[in-house]
């Protein structure tokens, strides 16, 4: 893949999205969670409309070549910080610093709303993403526990931002 061709689009038009594509490129990236966390990921109760409805208040960066959609991020205003999850990269180009595109994107927004720095949760279990957002910068800054869980379930990451 050449990076010139691709474009990471911030807030893309909704019809200029194929929702159906959105859900099935973040269900098989997160396809690797499946028996590895518990509980199972949010996605898994997602719909292609909840997608759509989801990016009606929060900022999806879409990342596309030849059309297609290989990559995504969704970001959230939380007081001072910018929230990202759903990050996905499509399996086949992987290894090519889309994530890294897409979370320069994300901090780009971040700045330009003048917050502090950017988190994410990942999951306990996943501790190769642990080592992939630390190489993107994030460090760890705490552990939270879902309802109804004793022990914690996700860590949370944080880049700050100068």
């Known amino acids: 893949m050449v990076e010139d061709d691709v474009t990471i689009e911030r807030n893309p038009d909704g019809d200029s999205v194929d929702w159906t594509e959105l859900h099935t490129l973040l269900k098989d990236a997160f396809a690797f969670m499946e028996g590895r966390i ?8 997602m719909s292609a409309d909840d997608l759509r409805r989801k990016a009606r208040v929060e900022t999806l960066f879409v990342a596309r070549h030849n059309g297609h959609i290989i990559g995504c991020l969704f970001a959230r205003d939380e007081g001072g910080s910018l929230y990202i999850g759903k990050l996905a990269v499509a399996q086949a180009m992987r290894g090519q610093g889309l994530a890294r595109r897409l979370v320069n994107a994300a901090i780009r927004l971040a700045k330009e ?26 460090e760890k800054v705490g552990e939270s526990a879902h309802a109804g869980y004793a022990k914690p379930t996700s860590i949370t990451m944080r880049l700050d931002l100068d």
Do not use: I
Request: charged share 20%; aromatic share 8%.
């Open 38 to 45: 518990d509980p199972p990921s949010s996605l898994d109760a």
């Open 113 to 138: 709303q003048g917050a502090f720095g950017v988190e994410l949760q990942t999951r306990v279990e996943l501790t190769e993403n642990h080592a992939a957002f630390a190489k993107l910068g994030f």
